[in-house]
């Protein structure tokens, strides 16, 4: 019991230090950008004599959104340094409630926040150049573009590319753009729908969710976890996985624990596992686990991708290569040694990545450092419709809470606020005008 309220005390202690940190860097931007306004006019365009300069930002999910947002709130508005913003994504993609609108229909398209708002009133928004593409390769100066094919220089590079290129739903959309990510998650709510046996691999936190929801909505239909480990959500405490485990069997999914699929095509309505035996199945979502999307720096920098395909760093988040001192690495393509990365660590670790870049257009060493953080894995995991459970560890002793959620559409309405949007009112037809409004 002492234990658990040192650990109570420890999670206040955190949340305040974040909201201290909202607190002085809301008041530090305001205070530049009160600084500059009587000077903005002048400092409209760099120097005759000096060349503008790009920090480039490699993805826009909840890491490079965040290091683009922070830095136009801190870079002096005198047109030396423009952020360029490269992101394939026509807007930014809520994952978290990709499993729960897979099975709930009516509120797919909450899962897709406008791209621009977040800058609104920066001191150096007009210096945020959006630029709707993919990075086709990395040098050690410059990237180019998969599209366009443009060459674009860099004085420093923030790769924030993320995990799960490639993958589907309900990871991930599966899709470049809003109207076709609407499509497919409407398709998987009609298979569900459809289906009378479901089996989902997979039992992180998104294939939990995802069996929980669908037997929570169609109590009638067969729906069967298969997890390769001995315990859903594997990764976390004990207190997470009984309380997972126990509340899939409470609405009465069946659980296969210890097997893998063998084959991901159903022949004749059956799944065979690895150890022979038959699962009956009219439709299968895999829920595995993302990969890391390392890829292009592996070609520019092979040995700082770590086994797992991590892009190595040093605690301030520069990649773990002295040749190139200006390239940093954040969010879930980082090997930070966090344990459990979610959307809260890659915005810490956004932080420290600008606030180092901050420092050098100063021509001052880097000194911010990421330290990986318990609290940080607080994971709130839904178990139907209208139960969740919050949790925390911190190696050694665990806090469980059960909740009752609000609303089906989970924390769609506050991340849209969050990002500076009007919830679930998109401005960014036709598809592609935000990316024109924030070139200058």
């Not at 040093?314 to 290569?321: E, H, S």
């Not at 956004?350 to 894995?377: C, S």
């Not at 994971?379 to 919050?390: H, P």
């Amino acid at each position: 019991m002492f234990e658990k309220k040192i650990l109570f005390a420890g999670l206040i202690a955190y949340a305040v230090s974040i909201y201290w940190d909202m607190l002085s860097r809301s008041l530090s931007a305001r205070l530049t950008r009160f600084r500059y306004r009587k000077h903005l006019n002048e400092l409209a365009k760099p120097h005759a004599d000096e060349q503008q300069r790009n920090i480039v930002i490699i993805g826009a999910a909840f890491a490079g959104y965040h290091a683009a947002r922070l830095l136009a709130a801190s870079l002096p508005p005198d047109g030396r340094y423009k952020i360029v913003v490269v992101e394939p994504n026509s807007h930014f993609n809520f994952t978290w409630v990709l499993p729960r609108f897979c099975v709930v229909e009516g509120h797919e398209h909450k899962a897709f926040i406008p791209y621009g708002h977040y800058f609104k009133g920066l001191v150096s928004e007009k210096y945020v150049r959006w630029v709707r593409d993919s990075v086709a390769s990395m040098g050690r100066s410059s990237v180019r573009l998969r599209d366009s094919g443009e060459e674009v220089p860099y004085e420093y590079l923030i790769i924030a590319t993320g995990s799960g290129q490639g993958a589907q739903l309900p990871s991930r959309v599966g899709s470049e753009d809003k109207a076709e990510g609407t499509k497919l998650l409407r398709g998987v709510q009609s298979r569900i729908a459809s289906a009378k046996k479901v089996v989902v691999v997979g039992g992180g936190a998104a294939g939990v969710e995802l069996a929980a929801d669908t037997k929570a909505k169609y109590p009638e239909k067969t729906i069967v976890l298969v997890h390769s480990r001995q315990a859903v959500m594997h990764r976390f405490g004990k207190e997470l996985q009984e309380a997972a485990l126990n509340g899939l069997e409470e609405l009465g999914v069946e659980v296969i624990l210890g097997e893998r699929v063998m084959d991901e095509e159903t022949e004749n309505g059956v799944l065979t596992l690895a150890s022979g035996r038959k699962v009956d199945c009219d439709y299968m979502l895999n829920c595995t686990g993302q990969q890391p999307a390392s890829g292009l720096f592996a070609e520019l920098s092979p040995n700082t991708i770590s086994e797992t395909g991590h892009i190595r760093v040093k605690p301030t988040l520069q990649v773990a290569d002295d040749s190139l001192p200006n390239v940093y690495a954040c969010g879930d393509v980082a090997h930070t040694g966090t344990q459990n990365p979610n959307a809260r660590s890659a915005t810490k670790q956004a932080m420290v990545a600008a606030d180092n870049i901050i420092l050098a257009v100063q021509g001052k060493q880097p000194r911010h450092v990421y330290k990986p953080y318990w609290a940080d894995g607080i994971i709130q995991l839904t178990l139907g419709l209208v139960k969740s459970v919050i949790h925390y560890h911190d190696g050694k002793t665990g806090l469980l809470f059960t909740t009752k959620e609000e609303g089906v559409d989970l924390m769609a309405e506050r991340a849209w606020t969050n990002m500076g949007a009007e919830p679930f009112v998109d401005g960014s037809e036709p598809e592609g005008s935000m990316d024109i409004m924030l070139k200058n």
